[in-house]
């Protein structure tokens, strides 16, 4: 009877496990959702703010989440990912308190930054610590559900964004407050530390030059409509992304922790699962800025219509997400994720085909948010699962948070993209204009889909041998299979 115990209270304490860390994946997608319909509000209490200049409350946070999730994985790897987890839960807390007090944009943004360095420790480590909880076989479905929970707080993000904007703008950001405490103080209860003591500090170096250098491009698509593509403010921007990023290269080549390990890349299925992450990142994330700026500035609805319209797009992506997991393991990740992006695709040839200058939501934006939010919850979930299941145990952290960089890397692209598009226009035709976003995510979401169809099979890694999943796991195998 007592090995049936044990094997009753592990099971039951996966569950729990995953409780908790869904709790800090739900508080930063529900962030991510509820600032994208709170932009309109912001703008309007910081007068003279344009959309250029208020793109960096978004892509300034998805900039040094981007540079730091590798290196906050390996530093959670090396001193206790349960501390770091709850490290990033408070750091995350006081950025969110500090940007609802925030007194100008510019200190809005400044606080933006101090809630990526605490996302940049929550993500890859809730993966890390969820994950040795469950058999490799499980793992897919562990992994889809802890994506639906990102879903699920997409799904609420729009309505309750519009909610909280009707009220103050500064209650998107003070509504975190109250779910940090509650997943601190069960971390505190439920989670087990582990840590890998052979891993070695990560190039924080690297990722200073990784976030200049993704800040460079950023700011050289966001500011060339009004610089002028050939003025040598857009040039040097864009020379210096492109220096900066092969002095990342080299770093990461010589460096003996570097933020990104030039040998995942050899591993066929983790280097696209990547590149298609990059890709669709940059389709989503272009996707939920521009419909909230179209349904606030072409069909003129208030933050709450706004919000409760996007709704069903998230709602879609939750639902879909939850299954993926076994879809995946049947179907392979691939076919899985290569359906998702063209589903997300048809979603934009659909409102190019359909959506007019003249509100129609049920006949032309719905359906194209039921398409697309299926498409997202197919995919993300299936190239998460891609990505971390060739990889060992002691590898979870840093695959994962490569993964995450891709993806925050794609939605910096995909907003100063937008933005370098809308402010192309000037006003002087809005609805073309946004007819040329979403061919830009069209083009984005197809690129993806091909990258995560020639990702080939993966095969999961099986360790060696199922050590107890608070203990410290065995460090990484030097060399790593080739796909």
Not at 9 to 35: C, H, N
Not at 275 to 299: D, I
Not at 390 to 408: D, E, I, K, Y
Request: hydrophobic content about 55%; aromatic content about 8%; some cysteine.
């Amino acid at each position: 009877m007592q090995p049936s115990t044990n094997a009753h209270r592990q099971v039951g304490r996966e569950w729990k496990v995953l409780t908790v860390v869904s709790l800090a994946v739900f508080m930063s997608s529900l962030d991510l959702f509820i600032v994208n319909i709170a932009l309109p509000a912001i703008r309007r209490g910081f007068p003279g703010a344009g959309v250029g200049g208020l793109s960096w409350v978004l892509n300034a946070y998805a900039i040094v989440f981007a540079a730091l999730l590798v290196p906050a994985g390996a530093l959670a790897d090396r001193f206790g990912r349960r501390r770091a987890f709850i490290g990033g839960l408070i750091v995350f807390a006081l950025g969110s308190l500090l940007c609802g007090a925030a007194p100008s944009a510019q200190a809005l943004v400044a606080a933006r930054v101090i809630q990526a360095i605490g996302a940049a420790f929550l993500i890859p480590t809730s993966l890390a610590l969820l994950l040795p909880e469950f058999e490799p076989q499980r793992r897919p479905t562990a992994i889809g559900i802890w994506a639906a929970v990102g879903g699920v707080a997409a799904a609420a993000g729009p309505p309750l964004g519009g909610l909280l904007v009707s009220a103050s703008w500064r209650l998107v950001f003070l509504v975190n407050l109250p779910v940090a405490l509650a997943t601190l103080l069960l971390t505190v209860r439920i989670v087990r530390e582990s840590r890998d003591t052979s891993a070695r500090i990560p190039d924080l170096w690297g990722a200073g030059v990784l976030t200049l250098s993704i800040g460079a491009l950023a700011l050289g698509l966001v500011q060339a409509p009004d610089w002028g593509w050939l003025d040598a403010r857009t040039l040097a921007c864009l020379l210096g992304a492109a220096l900066g990023g092969a002095l990342f290269v080299a770093r990461c080549a010589r460096h003996p922790t570097p933020v990104v390990d030039l040998a995942l890349l050899r591993i066929r299925s983790f280097a696209l699962a990547n590149a298609a992450m990059l890709l669709f990142g940059a389709a989503f994330a272009a996707m939920l800025l521009s419909n909230v700026l179209f349904l606030t500035g072409v069909w003129h609805e208030s933050a709450l219509v706004a919000g409760f319209s996007l709704a069903p797009g998230p709602l879609m992506a939750a639902t879909f997400a939850v299954p993926t997991g076994r879809l995946a393991a049947r179907l392979g990740q691939r076919r899985v994720a290569a359906t998702g992006c063209l589903l997300f695709a048809l979603s934009g040839l659909w409102w190019l085909w359909r959506v007019g200058a003249t509100p129609h939501y049920a006949t032309e934006m719905l359906p194209g948010l039921l398409l697309g939010g299926a498409g997202v919850g197919l995919t993300l979930a299936s190239l998460s699962s891609a990505a971390v299941a060739s990889l060992a145990p002691a590898r979870f952290a840093t695959g994962s948070g490569v993964l995450n960089m891709c993806r925050q890397i794609g939605a910096v692209l995909g907003v100063a993209v937008l933005v370098a598009i809308n402010d192309s226009a000037h006003g002087v035709n809005l609805l073309a204009n946004f007819q040329d976003q979403r061919r830009f995510l069209v083009i984005a979401a197809l690129l993806g889909g091909a990258c995560a169809a020639a990702m080939g099979a993966v095969r999961i890694v099986q360790p060696a041998s199922q050590p107890h999943p608070g203990a410290t796991p065995a460090p990484a195998p030097a060399e790593l299979a080739s796909r």
